[in-house]
Structure formats: structure tokens, C-alpha cells
């Protein structure tokens, strides 16, 4: 995996817990509002309010229309933020299982590579074995002709000083064999 695909992994973890935080923050904040108008409309339901004028029932209805905005406003961050959460949550899957591939495929060619020196070891064996069995092939005619061209050489040189007494350097018998 490269240096800028964890990075870019790393910035998407620190990303989704900065959006976890944030979610978490908006839910209590809900909270908190649902609390805060189910204690308004209790206390309206029950009449337990004080002796309200007109001016503060008004005012009182105007805070509610106002809290029940900010909670819809609310509501809708959480579901953006959800939303967003999810394609990060999609997306580093996708990363995971495409780090888990590189990681296995990498894991692999080190396999092979690790081998190769073996495999190379072998093939070349294989190859040089015919090789080698030609060489000692040809070395094995090449002494047995070697010696019948000593034997030849030798036994012509004999007839030749048998049959014409030409002036000829003798060879000592042993000197022949050994050439």
C-alpha cells in the first residue's frame, strides 16, 4: 500500500470520529430541546402555569415555533451527518478490503520471489544436465581418439623406419605412449 493511500486512510478515520463527535453533540443538543419542550408542553397541559397573560402565552408560543424549528434544523444535521457517515463508513470498507487484497497479493509475489532463486537453480540444472552429458560424451571419443592416434602414429613411424630406413628421430617406446 502507498504512502498517500494511508494517509488518505488515516485522514477518513480522523474525519469519521471528528463527524462521530460532532453527531454525538447534535443528539445530546436534541436531546436536551425534546426534554425542554416536552417540559413546556407538560407544564402548559397541566395547568400548572403561573398566571399567564396574553403577551406571555404568545411569547411562549413563539419559543416553541422557534425550538420546534431548531430541533427540525436539528434533525435534519443528524440525518446529513448520518448520511455522510455512512458513505465513510462505505468507503473505508472498500479501503479495508482493498488494503487486505494488496496486502495478500504482496504477501504472495514475496512468495515467489523468495523462490525464484530455486526455480532458477533447477531450470538451469535441468538445462546443463544434457549439456554436461555431451561434454563427457565428446571427452570420452575425444581420449579414445587420442589414443588410437597415438597407436597409429606410433605403429606408422615403426613401418616407416622398418621399410625405408629413412633418418628419423627414434622415439623411445615410452616417449610415444605418454605423447
Known sequence: MSQSEILSLQH?????????????????LVQQLSQELFRLVKTQGT????????????RDLSEMRALR?????????????????????????????????MSDRSEMLEKVVQELPNVYR????????????????IQQENRKLHAELQSVSYRLAMRS????????????ADAVESV
Open 122 to 137: 533447477q531450470k538451469f540444472a535441468e538445462r546443463m544436465a544434457p549439456v554436461k552429458e555431451k561434454v563427457a560424451q
Open 69 to 101: 424549528g431548531q430541533l427540525q434544523g436539528m434533525e435534519e444535521q443528524v440525518s446529513f451527518y448520518q448520511d455522510q457517515l455512512a458513505d465513510r463508513d462505505a468507503k473505508i470498507t472498500t479501503l479495508e478490503e482493498s488494503i487486505q487484497g
Open 12 to 28: 477518513l478515520q480522523s474525519e469519521v470520529v471528528h463527524l462521530k463527535d460532532e453527531l454525538q453533540t447534535r443528539d445530546q
Open 161 to 172: 623406419r622398418q621399410a625405408g630406413k629413412l633418418d628419423l628421430p627414434s622415439f623411445a
Open 47 to 58: 395547568g400548572k402555569t403561573v398566571a399567564a397573560t396574553a403577551g406571555s402565552t404568545e
